[in-house]
């Protein structure tokens, strides 16, 4: 009768076990790729190591640095800002009522050429303190107008500049309303330098983003002129200075193409240049400058990259020969590489 008793005991402990619910383990299956045990490069630094690499790195970035820093000094820049020497002295207590009402504000500017210029010169005008980052001012734009005749009614991104007289304004949009309008005129010796303005914007963007097909209509017809007026009778994406501007600047001070003169100017040159000055910066303390500019291989003037490799390359220098001081005159001992854990275990089990 106890071994009855026994055995039922038995099996409703069996059962009962068997209806509780199984505990789940969150240990990940073992795997050389999980736990990282697989066949890899374990380098030890060694003292030689680390001075070779530091003198590696220096050979190699200091010629750099060099070569791109004289790169950067062939090129050839005149810098002329205007802004202020071009509002008349007794107007600019105000500039900004002189700027919206006068109607002549041709400025007569003279640059002379330091050095040699050879050709192409490139023109450019940049803006300080214009923010064309902006969320609402980078949105305010209709891709979709600009690239195509049949979606000139696509003015639903563009406000406030969508509608003019209950008709959309084509392009529309903040960006294209307040293009640059400030012209220049260049002559030397008394004879005109033309300023090519063919091929400044970007291929990709004329053949894909602006269409053939699309002519400004109601443009700058509102009750507040932001900038340049646009022809209607030549397409968009044949207007390059539209199109160059429509390309935002990520950063508040920035330059951009406005033409290419094609004849090399000699030094000590004296360079006339007549300019419209109608671009209202005023009204946000922004500054307004006229760039003539050559290139190297390296493109245009900018000595920071040179100045980061010859940084980086003789910081790599110092240490290198600190690193070999500090070796030879107070020599630490290497351990023993075979008692490593993955030289002693490779498996991990």
């Known amino acids: 009768m106890s071994t009855n008793t026994a055995s039922s005991s038995s099996a409703a402990a069996g059962s009962a076990d068997a209806s509780a619910p199984r505990r789940n383990s969150k240990r990940p299956k073992y795997s050389r790729f999980t736990q990282q045990e697989l066949p890899a490069c374990k380098p030890i630094l060694t003292p030689k190591w680390v001075i070779s ?89 209709s891709d979709a107008q600009l690239k195509s005749n049949s979606s000139a009614g696509d ?89 160059v501007w429509m390309r935002t600047a990520a950063l508040p001070t920035f330059r951009k193409l406005y033409g290419k003169i094609e004849v090399d100017l000699q030094a000590n040159d004296i360079i006339q240049v007549v300019l419209e000055n109608n671009y209202n910066t005023y009204s946000f303390n922004g500054k307004k400058k006229l760039v003539l500019s050559t290139t190297s291989w390296l493109g245009g003037k900018n000595d920071f990259l040179g100045i980061a490799y010859l940084t980086v390359g003789g910081l790599c220098f110092v240490l290198a020969l600190t690193f070999t001081v500090v070796y030879l005159v107070k020599p630490r001992r290497l351990g023993d590489p075979s008692y490593l854990s993955w030289n002693r275990n490779p498996g991990g089990r």
């Open 155 to 243: 003015v639903s991104s563009c406000k406030p500049e969508d509608m003019a007289n209950g008709q959309p304004i084509v392009p529309c949009g903040l960006i294209a309303w307040s293009l640059f309008n400030d012209t220049y005129n260049f002559s030397r010796n008394n004879q005109g330098l033309t300023v090519n303005k063919k091929g400044i914007s970007w291929k990709s963007d004329r053949e894909n983003k602006f269409g053939k097909d699309v002519y400004p209509t109601n443009f700058q017809k509102g009750t507040l002129q932001g900038g340049a007026i646009l022809n209607s009778s030549i397409p968009l994406s044949e207007q390059e200075d539209l199109i």
């Open 53 to 141: 690499a530091f003198l590696l790195v220096s050979v190699v970035f200091i010629p750099i640095g060099v070569a791109s820093l004289f790169a950067s000094r062939d090129v050839v820049e005149i810098v002329d800002r205007y802004e202020t020497d071009c509002i008349p002295v007794a107007n600019r207590t105000d500039k900004v009522k002189y700027i919206q009402s006068s109607g002549n504000n041709i400025c007569n500017r003279t640059l002379t050429v330091p050095k040699r210029m050879k050709h192409p010169i490139y023109v450019y005008y940049q803006l300080d303190n214009f923010y064309q980052n902006h969320r609402r001012y980078v949105k305010s734009r």
